[in-house]
């Protein structure tokens, strides 16, 4: 059976069904699929919120994690026999960013979740967009740390701990194998890399500038706005989607060190304002057009890769 990862989601209130589909992008268990439907709308309803971000599944326990954008919480959804169980994994429901127990923590507008599952132990890593930080959660200990960024303080510089800077930081996804997480810093117009045995923080793509987009050599690349962020292990690649200017999907080639235009409207043949760009083609990917691209998914086991 193909595996496949369930994109970076957004929900608002018009947004019914979520479907669950096999997936490990977590590195390890099965791919039994998940033969249920959640409504959003009953997550939203019972947990009094009206936007869920970073939705993530971790296929050897059967949970959904998601962040709770505007409660500052992590839930965990869960079907047991067929009983679908939503609860805070984390979060107090307090707008603010504190580090502690997972009954104790508070987090400030989470955005990305990454999940990893090694040796059976389950870690998730949050982007804290608005605290411009990098938390980790660690169920089996019992804890909430931030592991990169200093919270509330905004820039931009790489190093470990609380000496980096993000500006916004928004999706992650994770490199299990190498053990690395890419950080779609928006307010920087950079792919961050932190490596999680050290903690070290570096820029791997994008030179800070917003415009004219290029393509080219990663650190002189001229990213945009981004949305979504993605890993496709067999072939080293990290995906980004633009979500203004360009409405396309780029891809960073790391072995190469190199950057190009994957779909959507070419970043290096000038097009006339972003009405060109924008819009909803199906086609090759030359001519396909995207509007506000966001969250993005990844076959692991396609190549080439398979985007969704």
Request: aromatic share 6%; hydrophobic share 35%; net charge positive.
């Amino acid at each position: 059976m193909r595996r496949a990862y369930l994109p970076g989601f957004r929900s608002w209130m018009n947004v019914i069904l979520l479907p669950l589909v096999a997936c490990d992008a977590l590195g390890e268990g099965g791919t039994e699929p998940l033969q249920r439907h959640f409504t959003v709308v009953e997550i939203l309803w019972t947990h009094q919120t009206s936007s869920l971000r970073g939705v993530q599944f971790d296929a050897p326990s059967r949970t959904v994690y998601f962040s709770a954008y505007d409660r500052g919480q992590i839930l965990s959804l869960r079907d047991v026999g067929g009983q679908r169980n939503v609860v805070v994994l984390s979060g107090t429901g307090n707008l603010n960013h504190r580090d502690g127990s997972l009954r104790e923590a508070e987090f400030y507008k989470p955005e990305g979740l990454a999940l990893h599952r090694k040796a059976g132990r389950l870690i998730i890593y949050v982007a804290c967009s608005t605290c411009h930080a990098i938390r980790k959660i660690d169920i089996l200990n019992n804890q909430v740390t931030t592991i990169a960024g200093a919270p509330m303080t905004r820039g931009y510089a790489n190093g470990r701990g609380s000496s980096v800077r993000f500006h916004h930081p928004y999706h992650i996804a994770i490199d299990v194998k190498r053990e690395r997480l890419f950080i779609a810093d928006v307010g920087n117009r950079r792919i961050r890399q932190l490596r999680l045995s050290d903690g070290t923080v570096s820029s791997v793509m994008g030179n800070g500038r917003s415009e004219p987009a290029v393509d080219g050599p990663a650190a002189q690349a001229v990213m945009g706005a981004m949305g979504g962020v993605a890993y496709h292990p067999n072939t080293d690649t990290v995906y980004v989607s633009v979500e203004f200017d360009l409405h396309n999907i780029r891809a960073l080639n790391l072995a190469a060190g190199e950057t190009t235009t994957v779909a959507g409207a070419n970043t290096n043949r000038p097009v006339a304002g972003e009405s060109e760009a924008r819009g909803s083609v199906d086609g090759d990917l030359g001519t396909a057009r995207f509007t506000k691209p966001h969250g993005l998914g990844v076959d692991p086991e396609a190549n080439p890769p398979i985007l969704n």
